[in-house]
């Protein structure tokens, strides 16, 4: 299942020795509610080998502002607290999982 971050939680997640991948999203975007269940997916299916995350922009607006999310869903990847790929609106499964493995 993936975690929920916050505004308080988000440094110590994203510098994790592992990727994470950090969907951004709003409880009244549709399109969100459609990526939902494929970002519960990668995260069950990367279990152990990345960390995946949700951040409710709403909830969390310093997160939002600091990363410059203006349109959701965006999937930030990180790896070493750092910004290695970017996804704005729904993409396939295969498409995330592939970006996410690409840094394992």
């Known amino acids: 299942m993936a975690l929920e971050i916050t505004d308080s939680t988000f440094s110590e997640i994203i510098n994790s020795d592992k990727p994470v991948l950090v969907d951004f999203w709003a409880t009244w975007c549709g399109p969100c509610r459609m990526l939902g269940p494929i970002i519960e997916e990668i995260a069950t299916?990367?279990?152990g080998?990345?960390?995946?995350?949700?951040?409710?922009?709403?909830?969390n607006q310093q997160i939002s502002m600091e990363f410059g999310i203006r349109n959701i869903p965006t999937v930030l990847i990180f790896k070493n607290g750092e910004v290695v790929d970017k996804l704005?609106?729904?993409?396939?499964?295969?498409?995330?999982?592939?970006?996410?493995?690409?840094?394992?």
């Open 88 to 104: 704005v609106g729904v993409s396939p499964k295969e498409v995330i999982a592939q970006k996410l493995s690409a840094h394992l």
């Open 45 to 47: 299916d990367f279990e």
């Open 49 to 59: 080998k990345a960390v995946v995350g949700k951040v409710d922009v709403d909830n």
